[in-house]
């Protein structure tokens, strides 16, 4: 068992910065694979990047591609989302999820646990 618990949303303007942490608990998290989903209003969850066990093999959606940097920390149990150069479209609910085995660009029903997610607004 994994729980996963997402922190560090917030509102921001256009072009700025925002950091999501997310916390896992369990022993195991060395051995998941991680991600981050985004989900806006009215939309489907959509995959956003992921990072494999060890800290390697990054894959990102293109629309975040240059932006996102997926990142993560075995010691301390947490895997972060960096996003530079935020744009309106980034307005979501962001979710941490975590997978045994290797990262995959989603889909959502790929991956076993989920956080409660945390909220992204991104005013023009």
């Known amino acids: 068992q994994v729980q996963l618990v997402e922190s560090g949303g917030g509102l921001v303007q256009a072009g700025g910065s925002l950091t999501l942490s997310c916390a896992a608990s369990?022993?195991?998290?060395?051995?998941?694979?991680m991600a981050w989903f985004r989900q806006a209003p009215g939309k489907e969850r959509d995959f956003v990047a992921s990072?494999?066990?060890?800290?390697?093999?990054?894959l990102y959606v293109d629309s975040v591609k240059g932006r996102f940097t997926i990142s993560r920390d075995n010691a301390k149990n947490t895997v972060d989302l960096h996003m530079n150069s935020l744009k309106p479209e980034d307005t979501a609910v962001y979710y941490c999820a975590a997978k045994p085995g290797p990262p995959i660009r989603g889909p959502v029903a790929a991956y076993n646990y989920w956080g409660q997610g945390t909220q992204v607004t991104v005013s023009s």
């Open positions: 369990g022993r195991t998290f060395s051995s998941y694979a």
């Open positions: 990072i494999s066990p060890s800290g390697r093999t990054p």
